[in-house]
């Protein structure tokens, strides 16, 4: 069972963590967005990048409730026609697996929905692990869906966004995922402030963190069996 801790206890913190894991071959990287909110405003404190679950033993990871998107490596997703059920999707795009294997997540939009899938026992050793070191997970979302927020949230144009999670290209319009498309990884940056930028890696857990405080983030119904 994929164990999460109860959010009720930090209801009146004023601090976050949006953590990304992106699972690869042989390793695994972190990218992180520290936020707080000051009064009506949220700012957004530390952003970076670190390569080994060691370097999240500090307070900035331990002492705040944590938003966790996980992508890559032994994450699957699936666009599906919008009327499916998940059962029958999954007996159609993969016939031998059993469904009870797996962490099942669905993004319902409006013509189409998502099914993204990643076996229970992989994603249970890792919240563990990020158990161990303290790390307390309050959410969590596989994939970047998150990112159809980016209009929403910086009221920027919202036809297309071409977001790139490493060696995955998300490609949102009207706020909602049309394609992923496997490309080569590259470092984009995006616009959160008039004096203010994140890369890429940051940008995901950023508006991921968001729903912490409230902001209307509009993610995902998932499905923690």
């Not at 059920?85 to 159609?92: C, E, G, H």
């Not at 969590?140 to 060696?167: H, I, M, T």
């Amino acid at each position: 069972m994929v164990s999460l801790l109860d959010i009720k206890q930090w209801f009146r913190g004023n601090k976050v963590v949006g953590l990304h894991l992106q699972l690869q071959d042989n390793s695994q990287l972190f990218s992180y967005c520290e936020l707080l909110k000051i009064k009506s405003a949220v700012d957004v404190s530390s952003s970076g990048v670190v390569e080994h679950i060691d370097q999240l033993s500090t307070p900035m990871f331990t002492k705040a409730p944590v938003y966790l998107s996980l992508d890559g490596k032994g994450v699957m997703h699936f666009k599906v026609d919008h009327n499916s059920t998940i059962a029958d999707a999954l007996s159609t795009i993969l016939p031998n697996v059993k469904m009870d294997d797996f962490y099942i997540q669905e993004k319902v939009e409006k013509d189409k929905k998502w099914i993204s899938l990643m076996r229970k026992g992989q994603l249970t050793r890792l919240i563990n692990e990020l158990d161990a070191k303290g790390v307390k997970v309050v959410d969590l979302v596989l994939g970047a869906f998150s990112v159809a927020n980016y209009s929403r949230v910086f009221d920027v144009p919202k036809n297309e966004l071409n977001y790139q999670l490493y060696d995955r290209q998300w490609q949102f319009r009207e706020n909602e995922l049309e394609v992923i498309n496997k490309t080569e990884g590259r470092v984009s940056t995006y616009k959160v402030d008039e004096n203010a930028s994140l890369s890429s890696e940051c940008l995901l857990p950023f508006l991921h963190a968001l729903g912490f405080f409230g902001v209307d983030t509009d993610i995902t119904t998932r499905s923690i069996e």
